[in-house]
């Protein structure tokens, strides 16, 4: 495993738009997590993704949590030509039903409207951004695949609505957003990933760790500490007393040890609010039968802990099931 070369630096809008699909299984995803003052949660990936025996798709998938007391999940998919690009304007459009508008940062706006199972709708607006950085050029060699990662928002504030059939809510909360790219599939570049964000912008751990089959970490994070805001990449990452390996989920709490002196961070990995299925994202019978055996079924398992920094870690944990 090779990191990036270079020194940390601001996310731009070349790292934005979508990066040229230059293998088979090249797949790419724009991820955000909502967390609403009102206790409900969303969250939102756009994706282009390679589906044994159907090609390369976009995938759309949303999950509203705790939405009155109840939680929702809708997955759509297209051919790839529905995924609209505009760098002048930095948009991303897919069916003027699907949008990121903006550089991300202030004033970012994203809509999710899907109607499958019921009528989904998210048309939210970034009011505030902690600006985004990624290392280098954020490109991370894996043998031969390669594995690109922006944190675009590690934490802002938005506002807007979020809405379940002929339910509408007028929401505002915090959110994080990041993009990942990889020229394989997920599972074999990594056996387990770890994304965190803070609920408050100081002090605040926001970022994506990977960790691949042989125990190698792979990915960054951003901490804004008292000396301000800064790319940390993981020392080594326990859990409990026990060296994690990312060969399974997590039994107890994990402490990630950074390489330089950022404190040392501990939140309890062991209880989950949710559970969801890539194939969530995938339409269509004969098309999940193909990618569980060919690509394996991946699964999110979502919490929110007590951090050692002193504020609540919202936290995805994704790989394949033990």
């Given at each position: ?6 020194s940390?630096r601001g996310?731009t ?12 299984e090249?797949?790419e995803?724009w991820?955000?997590?909502?967390v ?7 969250f939102v990936?756009y ?11 976009i995938?759309c998938?949303?999950?509203?949590w705790n939405?009155?007391g ?9 051919p790839?030509e529905?995924l609209?690009s505009?760098k002048?304007?930095?948009t991303?459009?897919i069916k003027?039903?699907y949008?990121?508008?903006?550089k ?6 994203v ?5 499958k ?5 998210l048309d939210?607006?970034?009011d ?6 990624t ?7 894996v043998?031969?695949a390669?594995?690109g990662q922006y944190?675009?928002i590690?934490?802002?504030r938005?506002?807007?609505k ?14 994080y957003?990041?993009q990942i790219?990889?020229t ?6 990594a ?6 964000s803070t609920?408050?912008?100081n002090?605040?751990f926001a ?15 951003i ?15 326990k859990?409990?007393?026990?060296n ?25 990995a062991n ?9 969530d ?6 098309a ?18 007590d ?5 609540k870690i919202?936290?995805c944990?994704t790989?394949?099931?033990?």
């Open positions: 495993m090779v990191a990036p070369k270079g940390s996310t809008v070349d790292d934005f738009m979508p990066h040229p699909v230059s293998t088979k090249f797949n995803t991820s955000y997590q909502f609403f003052d009102n206790g409900t949660r969303a990936n994706a282009v993704l390679y589906v044994p025996g159907s090609g390369t798709k995938g998938d949303m999950t509203l939405f009155k109840k939680t929702y999940t809708v997955g759509r998919q297209y790839p529905r609209k505009d002048a304007t930095a991303l459009n003027n039903e949008l990121m508008e903006k991300p940062g202030k004033g970012h706006h809509l999710f409207s899907a109607d199972d019921g009528k989904f709708l939210l607006t970034f505030s951004a902690e600006p985004g950085k290392l280098g050029n954020g490109v991370w060699n043998g031969s390669k594995m944190v675009h590690p934490y802002g938005v506002s807007g979020i809405a379940y059939n002929e339910d509408t809510l007028q929401v505002k909360g915090y959110a957003m990041d790219w990889q394989a599939q997920a599972t074999d570049m056996t387990r990933s770890i994304n965190i609920n408050a912008r002090p605040l970022g994506r760790i990977s960790m691949t089959s042989d125990g190698k970490t792979l990915g960054y994070a901490y804004n500490g008292p000396e301000g805001n800064r790319v940390v990449t993981p020392k080594s990452i859990d409990g007393d026990v994690y390996t990312g060969k399974g989920f997590p039994k107890g709490n994990l402490n990630i040890e950074w390489n330089d002196d950022t404190p040392t961070l501990q939140f309890a209880k989950t609010y949710q559970k969801a299925s890539i194939l994202k995938i339409d269509g019978w004969f999940k039968k193909a990618f569980k055996a060919t690509a394996g079924e991946v699964f999110f398992y979502r919490g929110r802990s951090g050692s920094h002193g504020k919202d936290w944990i790989g394949a099931k033990e």
